[in-house]
């Protein structure tokens, strides 16, 4: 491994509140030469809450092809860098995982800030069995792939997370409906933050719920 290399950093930020983060995330964004992030506003808000004053470099989805390689060029010439996401962990339905694949495979050192995650946060709220799960990331935005998804998931046993956004939950919850009648189900929404919901009923019952009131900030859906 080339000593000359800059070291990149996987760092954990908060889902919503500011709180959620650790001291070390704290001490290796203070440290590093760059922040690579998807957001520069938000991110912003959260350096300027702890006292840190870093370039920012925005490196999001429709910027990564580009940008990657620009980011390995710093990394190899010795600066270090933190990859961070909007929210929570980096590489989790987020455009951090093509660049960290990068890092590796440009045998560049890395190491992981571990903290805050979304889908594991509703796990445990929703007092579904943690013990065995799986994650499903967002669930395909067009209706047929939608079902074909949950069609294959009808005889899963473990726990199924899912994310969502707001202006597709209720069509997420009408397929839940179709494929896991009278399944309880929980959502959270808006995690650690002022108004944080944990709402459980089967997907009729959530549907109704959220044609009363208007589905806003982002879901975790946790069967």
Avoid at 70 to 98: F, H, M, N, Q, R
Wanted: charged share 30%.
């Amino acid at each position: 491994m080339d000593s000359k290399k800059g070291r990149f950093f996987i760092v954990s930020t908060p889902i919503g509140n500011l709180q959620d983060i650790s001291l070390r995330a704290i001490e290796v964004l203070k440290k590093v030469d760059v922040v690579a992030c998807e957001d520069t506003r938000i991110t912003s808000k959260i350096l300027k809450t702890y006292n840190i004053n870093k370039k920012l470099i925005s490196y999001f989805e429709h910027n990564k092809l580009k940008r990657a390689p620009e980011l390995i060029k710093l990394l190899k010439s010795g600066k270090s860098i933190a990859l961070v996401t909007d929210a929570g962990t980096p590489g989790i339905c987020d455009p951090g995982y093509y660049l960290i694949k990068l890092v590796i495979e440009e045998d560049i050192p890395l190491t992981v800030i571990p903290g805050a995650t979304a889908l594991i946060a509703a796990l445990i709220v929703s007092g579904k069995p943690p013990d065995r799960f799986i994650f499903e990331g967002y669930l395909p935005r067009k209706k047929e792939a939608r079902k074909r998804r949950l069609k294959e998931l009808v005889n899963e046993k473990r726990t199924i997370i899912f994310y969502e956004s707001p202006h597709r939950l209720i069509k997420s919850l009408e397929d839940l409906d179709i494929f896991f009648p009278n399944r309880e189900i929980c959502v959270t929404k808006e995690l650690t933050k002022r108004y944080e919901e944990v709402i459980r009923d089967n997907a009729t019952g959530l549907i109704e719920f959220f044609k009363k009131k208007k589905p806003r900030g982002e879901f975790v859906i946790v069967l």
